[in-house]
């Protein structure tokens, strides 16, 4: 056996071992996880199987030929492994035993009725390529829809074209009988993408009987661009096809697509994934339940359909639904920290997030929010400076709250009735002086729009002169040019930054900004000894940059070569200083690139000029230093070249976020990073985490490997030079060593003299996370913040072995987000008394187990005791749970049906915690724990405890055994040996009946902690040992949870 170079996936023999050793080749292998094992097994004994079966020779019977007598040996030789097969299971299975002379069952139907069955089975997978050796796809996709009790379609779009030629079979098979049932069942999502949806079409589709479909009506948010059918039939034998046909004529027949057919019985991993992902999209409040017989159905695709083929800018304030507005999941995450801000007692926000996200919605479901709460309709007063935008608000909120005659308009052109509901202009509320026609705290909520205006004096009358109980600011740049501070109007939250944020990432995922191509380019420019973040940064980057005609040179090179013509550019250069800019919009027209300087300096009316030459393409750059205030809006913009190194996340942000506003024919932004050799201290891990949503981990593993979870449409490239230098940097940083993290908080004390360093202050000054101090894996002697704080000498440096054990498992409550249950944490940590008949006595157990991990401590006194004789031991608690509380974001409330336990809804919890509120585990118990289910017959309880990636193994991918469907939907796939006749299984299906509650516990993988996700009732189950069940939850799955958990993302 000759050993090539390359992709393998095969299991180690002693022979293939031999043939590695000899290659002289390194190579890469992993241990079979346990999860997969079973498969792999199997697919290299099907292949020795095979191999063994086609090679048998046997002699031959009278009146047999020798075909005959192998067909006959290769049955018995299978019958023998099936026996030995079932002594090796020691299971009662009966093991089939399999005709002589074989024969293969292809189709079962009634005597008057024959069938026209698919040319190509029900087991093996195909490639249709429009070739001479391929079916016709037209022909095999009717074969399959005649005989079939279910099937899922999904398209981009449908025509009439391609409706008419299946229309036929889809009648017959959906007719129904006196009871109106039908043969087959049909659910269709399809878009308005492009406009190429045909009205005429969906309206025959969705007259059918027991055919549904599902219509987005913005089709430029909408991520489907994907073809498929799913069949599904209850012989267990379903079927799927996948690729690039729409439903359309040409596509169907004889256009050049292909498409892949894969198989329940052969491919069940792919078929499940399929059924998964299309459930979970049918479940997508994104695609709406469309009627025919709906006028105002009709009227709203019709209009999507023309706004669509159109193409007009996006924005997320335009509705697009038939129904109620329900929050976007992006929209909910802002909403649910929004409460949570104010559950910590923050009411003035910040909402900060791009021009055309929809901040006004988000607005406006926070004010149906604060309504449904607190009854009625509140007074609310919302400012803006235009009238316009009035205008346009006061129809969003009308349309969120289905009120058409809420609020009224106050300007020079509008006078109301009634103030309780007003919308404004900031100008007129200020000339007619409404703030003094009433008390300060008449408004319940004050929103102001573009708030960074707000330090303008007619602002500054507003926001003295009133109190409301919610002030809301919305703005997409809370920098100002002039460089005042907009947050000493708001309640920042504890690290100093705004309420909330839509993350750049979110609005990527949704489309709602232009996606990037992302180019790191080496510059070969020596900035090892900046000093990052200080205040010489600008200086010395200055002094290094501003007369570099090597690096000038370096980074038009870069422009021309990563573009087909830079003067089909509409360019941005962002520079350190204005000396920079200076002299390298100078650079650019030398060599005859049509720049202009544009800095604050700039007059106003030059500035409108240049703005205009650079959309006219009249000129192909603007060079700039902070062009980040409002008034500055460039959404032409198609090209950015970010000549300033910077560690700073929010410069970095926006630089690249003044090239990513959505404009018409606009289909990315190409941005140029250019980068050199830095010391190991630099940090590209915050930066690339700002604009991906990446852990460090998956950054590295991102510039390893290949960027394969960015945004629709993101890519992001590292040329060689460019790519090896930000590895060693994010290697270094990964692995964060213990001495390095001394010195820095040696350097961090040098810099704070006079403060006391608190670990919130120190993490989030450095940039770093909790996880670095506290250190996992057996290797790690040294953790803690106690006992970094005794090797920088900032404390004495003696410790105790008994502080080191206890130090070194605060990192097992990092998870941590209860509030309630941090605060008991921080009480241990003050020394507060603690009884065991006191509430907060069982979580003070629960912390106590999981940070001494099993039985050498019993009780909680035993542990006060350790941290009374360790202060800064107790003091460290106290910081952590200080950390711990600064970093949540959501709010959590008891979980309903198991409220004594003290858990949280939605929280982070370990498994010993668990089951220490579940009173497993007790002062007198502790009894070890593996199963799946946990049950307490007494209380008739059962805990489902879900993991939903079992691998260890990236490649292995995620079985779809348990998934969330929608935020209300779970699919759980129930242990080996339980089936619908089984007491576990018919507990599962009658339980409800008899007084059981199933309270579901999801966590994504070993690591991660589980999430108590609330009691679950039955809807359905598939199948047997195991049983496939549906729960449906008693409370929605949170908009980040259910990303989390679902198959799509």
Not at 507 to 512: D, G, R
Not at 736 to 762: A, C, G, M, S
């Amino acid at each position: 056996m000759v050993m090539k170079k390359g992709f393998y996936e095969l299991l180690k023999s002693e022979q293939l071992q031999e043939a590695i050793d000899q290659s002289g080749y390194t190579e890469v292998s992993e241990e079979l996880d346990l999860t997969t094992s079973s498969r792999h097994l199997a697919e290299v004994l099907t292949e020795q199987i095979a191999q063994a079966l086609s090679e048998l020779t046997t002699q031959t019977q009278e009146n047999e030929s020798a075909n005959d007598a192998r067909l006959r040996r290769q049955i018995e030789v299978l019958n023998e492994v099936l026996v030995t097969t079932r002594q090796l299971s020691q299971t009662e299975t009966n093991t089939p035993t399999y005709l002589n002379p074989p024969s293969v069952l292809r189709a079962l139907h009634s005597p008057d009725q024959p069938l026209s069955l698919p040319q190509i089975g029900m087991s093996q997978p195909w490639l249709f390529t429009s070739g001479k050796d391929s079916p016709g796809l037209l022909n095999e996709l009717q074969a399959e829809l005649s005989h079939c009790n279910h099937v899922d379609i999904l398209m981009s779009f449908i025509t009439m074209s391609g409706v008419r030629k299946i229309i036929n079979i889809l009648k017959e098979i959906t007719a129904v009988d006196a009871e109106q049932r039908s043969q087959t069942s049909i659910r269709i999502i399809t878009t308005t993408y492009i406009g190429a949806t045909e009205q005429s079409a969906v309206d025959m589709l969705a007259q059918l009987p027991n055919c549904q479909v599902k219509v987005s009506l913005d089709g430029r948010r909408t991520r489907l661009h994907a073809k498929a059918w799913i069949f599904e039939r209850d012989t267990g034998f379903g079927s799927a096809y996948v690729g690039s046909a729409n439903l359309s004529k040409a596509a169907l027949m004889g256009g050049l697509e292909w498409t892949v057919k894969f198989t329940e019985q052969g491919q069940k991993q792919l078929y499940q994934r399929a059924r998964a992902h299309f459930e979970t999209l049918w479940q997508d409040e994104e695609f709406q339940l469309y009627d025919p017989n709906n006028e105002t159905h009709k009227a709203e695709l019709k209009k999507a359909l023309t706004r669509e083929s159109g193409k007009p800018e996006y924005n997320a304030d335009i509705i697009t639904t038939f129904f109620d507005i329900r929050p976007k999941p992006f929209q909910q995450i802002i909403l649910d920290q929004l409460q949570n801000e104010r559950d910590h007692g923050r009411y003035k926000n910040l909402l900060v997030s791009a021009t055309g996200t929809g901040k006004t919605v988000m607005a406006a479901l926070d004010y149906r929010r604060i309504c449904s709460k607190e009854g009625g309709q509140p007074r609310l007063l919302f400012v803006a400076h235009r009238e316009q935008i009035l205008q346009q608000s006061l129809q969003v909120f009308r349309h969120v709250l289905r009120d058409s005659n809420f609020g009224e308009l106050l300007s020079g052109n509008h006078k109301p009735d009634s103030d309780s509901h007003l919308f404004a202009t900031i100008q007129t509320l200020n000339s007619r002086d409404y703030t003094t026609r009433h008390d300060e705290n008449y408004w319940n909520m004050v929103i102001i729009d573009e708030c960074h205006h707000i330090e303008a004096a007619s602002f500054q009358r507003i926001t003295e002169a009133l109190t409301p109980k919610y002030l809301l600011g919305l703005t997409a740049t809370p920098e100002r040019a002039d460089g005042l501070n907009i947050m000493r109007h708001f309640d920042p939250r504890p690290d100093g930054s705004p309420a909330v944020q839509l993350r750049l990432w979110h609005a990527l995922e949704q489309q709602l900004l232009a996606p990037f191509e992302y180019y790191a380019c080496d510059d070969g420019v020596n900035y090892r000894g900046i000093n990052w973040r200080s205040a010489n940064e600008r200086s010395q980057l200055d002094n290094l940059l501003s007369e570099s005609d090597i690096r000038a040179l370096a980074v038009l090179r870069a422009w021309q070569e990563h573009v087909n013509n830079i003067t089909e550019c509409r360019a941005l250069a962002f520079c350190v200083s204005v000396q920079h800019a200076q002299f390298m919009t100078h650079y650019f027209c030398d060599k005859g690139v049509k720049a202009k300087l544009l800095t604050g300096e700039t007059p106003q009316n030059q500035r409108e000029q240049i703005k205009r030459e650079l959309e006219q393409r009249d000129i192909n750059i603007i060079v700039t230093v902070d062009l980040f205030n409002e008034g500055v809006d460039l959404p032409y913009v198609d090209t950015l070249l970010l000549l300033r190194p910077t560690q700073s996340v929010s410069l970095f942000q926006q630089q690249i976020g003044r090239g990513l506003r959505l404009f018409e024919g606009k289909e990315s932004c190409l941005i140029l990073d250019f980068v050199g050799q830095y010391d190991t201290h630099f940090r590209f891990d915050i930066l690339y985490s700002a604009i991906t949503g990446l852990s460090k981990k998956e950054v590295l593993d991102g510039v390893e490997n290949g960027f394969s979870r960015l945004p629709p449409g993101c890519y992001l490239q590292m040329n060689r030079q460019a790519r090896q230098q930000i590895l060693t940097n994010l290697r270094q940083t990964i692995n964060l060593n213990w001495n390095r993290l001394r010195q820095e908080l040696v350097q961090y004390q040098l810099r704070h003299p006079q403060d006391e360093i608190k670990l919130t202050d120190f993490v989030n000054d450095q940039a770093i996370e909790l996880t670095d101090i506290y250190r996992k894996g057996s290797g790690q002697t040294a953790s803690g913040w106690t006992r970094l704080k005794r090797d920088a000498e900032i404390i004495s440096p003696t410790f105790t072995a008994q502080e080191t054990s206890i130090n070194r498992r605060f990192k097992d409550v990092l998870h941590l987000d209860d509030t309630d249950y941090i605060d008991v944490i921080r009480k241990l940590g003050q020394h507060a008394s603690i009884l065991p008949t006191s509430p907060q006595y069982k979580r003070a157990l629960m912390f106590t187990y999981q940070v001494k991990g099993g039985r050498s401590i019993q009780s909680v006194a035993e542990l006060q005791t350790e941290l009374n004789e360790c202060p800064e031991l107790a003091k460290e608690l106290t910081e952590l749970s200080d950390a711990l509380d600064a970093r949540t974001n959501q709010s959590f409330y008891e979980v309903p049906g198991i409220k004594w336990t003290g858990l949280k809804l939605h929280s982070s919890y370990k498994i010993r915690e668990i089951l220490t509120a579940f009173e497993y585990y007790t002062e007198a118990r502790y009894s070890p724990f593996q199963a799946g289910v946990w049950r307490d017959f007494e209380r008739k309880i059962e805990a489902l405890f879900v993991t939903l990636d079992k691998s260890n193994a990236l490649h292995e991918g995620v079985e779809y055994n348990d998934y969330a469907i929608s935020p209300e939907l779970f699919h759980w796939q129930s242990q080996n040996t339980t089936g619908p006749s089984t007491a576990a299984g018919l507990r599962y299906i009658q339980g409800a009946e008899e007084g059981w509650q199933f309270q579901l516990f999801v966590r994504l993988n070993k690591d991660s902690p589980y999430r108590p996700c609330g009691p679950v009732e039955f809807v359905k189950h598939e199948g047997a040992a195991p049983m496939s069940i549906t729960w449906r939850l008693a409370h929605p799955l949170p908009a980040h949870l259910f990303q989390e958990f679902s198959v799509v993302r």
